[in-house]
């Protein structure tokens, strides 16, 4: 498909747990982001990658955190040790380069439950 | 204060009516500006961008204020199909990396 592409679309998973959330950007698109969004919030920006490289992390909000991205494509959002505060769904978009005048294109997005 | 804040709402405004509304951003040094549609339980869609001199798109129309730091949005001749929650974006020019996002206006038209 053309789209950014999420994976996966649902996860449920219990408290304490690893989870890995799957990002396949738009092909061609060099910039990617990770965002998450709790029910009736805005969105909370967590990291973003340009090319292979996260300029700015500022936003992950714990060490349990980490993301990669690799080839310049696919990016994952690792969670380790899943609290129930980390419920919520967790965003994917990418653009052609870098932010400035570039829309960004959102995926479906991955509905993430801790129980 | 937040970096970028907007009125949640809601707006409850009748079918065939003109609603704006605004959203006012603490960086001046912000470049790039967007509005964002987004349904519930739906991702983030891009709605248009908005430009300096203001810029429209059918019956929507998209203002920048740089003096007093604002974008708005203009609905005219609003549909039952614009009910949804409308996002501002704000991307500042020092930073390519991290772009701002209102928590949102929700907007419900009613017939």
């Known amino acids: 498909g053309a789209g950014v592409s999420q994976s996966p679309s649902n996860k449920v998973t219990e408290k304490g747990k690893d989870v890995e959330l799957r990002c396949d950007p738009i092909s061609g698109h060099t910039a990617l982001y990770w965002y998450r969004q709790s029910l009736g919030q805005g969105l909370e920006f967590l990291i973003y990658?340009?090319?292979?490289?996260?300029?700015?992390k500022s936003g992950l909000p714990s060490d349990r955190f980490s993301a990669e991205r690799t080839g310049g494509s696919v990016s994952t959002l690792t969670i380790q040790r899943t609290q129930q505060e980390d419920s919520a769904v967790y965003l994917c978009?990418?653009?052609?380069?870098?932010?400035?005048?570039?829309?960004?294109?959102f995926g479906d997005g991955t509905r993430l439950s801790i129980l | 204060r937040k970096e970028v804040e907007q009125d949640p709402g809601p707006f409850n405004v009748p079918e065939g009516a003109t609603v704006a509304f605004n959203c006012t951003y603490s960086?001046?040094?912000?470049?790039?500006f967007f509005w964002y549609r987004q349904d519930c339980r739906k991702e983030p869609k891009l709605l248009m961008s908005?430009?300096?001199s203001g810029n429209e798109d059918g019956r929507f129309t998209a203002q920048l204020n740089r003096a007093s730091q604002y974008i708005s949005l203009l609905i005219r001749d609003s549909k039952l199909s614009d009910s949804a929650t409308y996002l501002c974006v704000v991307s500042p020019y020092s930073s390519a990396s991290k772009i701002i996002f209102g928590s949102g206006t929700r907007l419900s038209i009613r017939p």
């Open positions: 908005v430009y300096s």
């Open positions: 990658f340009q090319g292979n490289s996260a300029p700015d």
């Open positions: 960086n001046s040094a912000s470049q790039s």
């Open positions: 978009a990418s653009s052609l380069a870098s932010a400035l005048h570039q829309p960004q294109h």
